[in-house]
């Protein structure tokens, strides 16, 4: 059954309004709604009363804000989830909220808005939510976009409050509460909310408003890590079903990878992180490979590039390069043990203080020095690697970190000189060479054309180094074949879901 996003109008309710035989409800094919219908769908419900439960972030979500306010004292800050989103006429995408509004609320309600004030007591916030369109209102049964009959309850303003453990006001009411403010006043994070953008004029600051947010997410608190070792911890069984499941993919193809690691996304959490990468033999080289439709093939490897996302959005972002049969040839083992001696001079390069960029150059230096000792790279390693030369780009293709959080691709509205900047105890990010030889290169030994090899762990800075949270899944070559196999030998079947 589909939705209905097309807009609502009020219901006749006249006692002569004619009902149709055959009741259409998709598109513009509506019935009219009589008086008696109208009364008996929205009479005898029984009200159910708020819970007491509390969003298990609710704490650090009001630091955030807190410090996000002060930041912009004297200044109201306004931060909008977003709408839901049409994937094909009448239906929409499942809605994800915006991430900088959801690190600060918690709330997953679509349209809600965050409005952060300046007060005599500090930063004051409001989250303005939709009334429910329960079994009082008649969108209750006639909206099949919002309406609890058609897509369940949602948390109003009452509701909200309490979950969130935040002032909450209806949504009706922003437009008159934000036409009382000055503009030079106020700060929209736009790009979000077409109306809610249309309420204040855009000003520069807007910009820092989006700057300040990127860069406060940069670092992590308790309740972060711990939920991207939740999501860290599920992807890693995400891969163990998809290792089990090898061999049925083998004469049928990528997408039996792609749905048996996003059965467990949906499984354990709320979605995938990203869209998965399952690419075997030389659809490995490429980067973005995400069609899924290659075949899987004995003889060949299998990049799995994929991340669950928990429930409170964070998301995992691993890869493993895996031999279909469950052994490495010679060519590919030189290979990958390559990428891994290049991953772990990355990884050891991790700590406070230094820049964001070494784990980057050290592992780099390894590849260029592999490469040249391949006799792929025909200059030394030291030139090739120069910032006018560059040239194992050709084989390397992209930078071995990027931070990591409710995002998969995280903070990416900070400025250059924090994202880049030093390292922080506290920041999450991936460390993730790979080497990608197409299969048409003909700088490249025929035995090496087609193999694409990537290792990416997910790696939090601490206080005198780092922890790699994603070590729970092998990464040295032998101890990749031995996992295949103990997880064979338990049948290839057994998802342990």
């Not at 030189?334 to 960029?357: K, N, T």
């Amino acid at each position: 059954m589909s939705q209905n996003t097309a807009p609502v109008p009020e219901p006749d309710v006249s006692a002569e309004s004619p009902i149709s035989e055959h009741w259409v409800w998709v598109g513009a094919h509506r019935p009219a709604v009589p008086r008696a219908l109208f009364e008996h769908m929205t009479g005898n419900w029984e009200i159910a009363e708020p819970s007491l439960e509390v969003h298990r972030a609710a704490t650090f979500s009001a630091a955030r804000r807190t410090q996000l306010g002060e930041q912009f004292a004297g200044k109201t800050l306004v931060i909008a989830t977003g709408n839901p989103k049409v994937r094909a006429n009448d239906t929409d995408y499942r809605f994800r909220p915006g991430s900088d509004f959801f690190y600060l609320t918690g709330c997953v309600e679509p349209d809600a808005v965050l409005v952060i004030a300046p007060s005599a007591q500090g930063p004051r916030s409001t989250l303005y939510v939709p009334e429910r369109r329960d079994h009082q209102t008649h969108e209750f049964f006639t909206d099949a976009r919002y309406g609890e009959l058609w897509v369940g309850p949602r948390r109003g303003v009452t509701e909200a409050a309490s979950y969130y453990e935040i002032d909450t006001a209806p949504l009706e009411h922003l437009e008159k509460d934000l036409a009382s403010l000055k503009a030079d006043d106020v700060l929209v994070l736009r790009g979000f909310d077409a109306k809610v953008d249309q309420l204040v004029d855009a000003s520069e600051g807007d910009e820092s408003l989006a700057r300040a947010m990127g860069e406060q997410r940069l670092v992590k608190d308790d309740f972060e890590v711990d939920q991207l070792q939740l999501a860290i911890n599920y992807t890693v069984k995400g891969f163990e079903d998809v290792v089990r499941a090898l061999p049925a993919a083998e004469g049928r193809g990528e997408r039996v990878i792609e749905g048996i690691f996003n059965l467990r996304a949906r499984v354990e959490g709320n979605d995938i992180g990203y869209d998965t990468i399952a690419a075997s033999g030389s659809n490995a080289t490429i980067l973005h490979w995400t069609r899924n439709d290659g075949a899987v093939r004995r003889g060949d490897m299998l990049l799995l590039d994929a991340g669950v996302e928990c429930h409170n959005l964070y998301t995992a972002d691993v890869t493993r390069t895996m031999p279909v049969s469950g052994s490495f040839s010679t060519a590919q083992r030189r290979i990958y043990d390559l990428v891994l001696a290049a991953q772990e001079a990355g990884i050891a390069a991790v700590r406070p203080g230094v820049s964001f960029m070494a784990p980057n150059e050290a592992a780099m230096k390894v590849l260029a020095e592999g490469l040249f000792e391949l006799g792929i790279l025909k200059e030394e390693p030291e030139v090739a690697l120069r910032k006018d030369r560059q040239l194992h780009r050709r084989y390397t293709l992209h930078g071995v970190s990027h931070m990591l959080g409710i995002d998969v691709h995280d903070c990416a509205k900070a400025r250059d000189e924090h994202y880049h900047g030093d390292l922080k105890e506290g920041y999450v990010l991936t460390v993730e060479p790979g080497l990608y030889f197409q299969a048409n290169d003909l700088t490249v030994p025929a035995e090496y054309r087609g193999i694409g090899v990537r290792i990416e762990d997910d790696i939090l800075v601490t206080a005198d180094g780092a922890k790699n949270l994603s070590a729970a899944l092998p990464r040295a070559a032998h101890e990749v074949e031995a996992w295949m196999s103990g997880l064979w030998a338990e049948g290839p079947t057994n998802l342990n879901l």
